[in-house]
């Protein structure tokens, strides 16, 4: 089984630049404190450091899912 991670919105997404907003969008982060559960992958990880200022990111134990 992948690794797993949890990214939590923790900064608002309004009046950033389209191409973050977006961004948080293709992660399937919908509004402010919404947390998401992805697999560890380069992609994610991608997004994650384009954004890595509105969101916080907790990598889960294995087996544990939200």
């Known amino acids: 089984m992948a690794r797993q991670i949890r990214i939590t919105q923790v900064r608002s ?3 950033r630049l389209k191409s973050q907003r977006r961004t948080l969008r293709a992660l399937g982060i919908r509004r ?3 947390a998401v559960v ?3 992958s380069p992609a994610i990880r991608g997004m994650i450091a ?3 200022y509105l969101v916080e ?3 889960l134990p294995e087996g544990a899912e939200d």
């Open 13 to 15: 997404g309004l009046k």
């Open 32 to 34: 402010h404190q919404h």
């Open 38 to 40: 992805h697999n560890d």
């Open 50 to 52: 384009k954004v890595d």
């Open 57 to 59: 990111v907790t990598e």
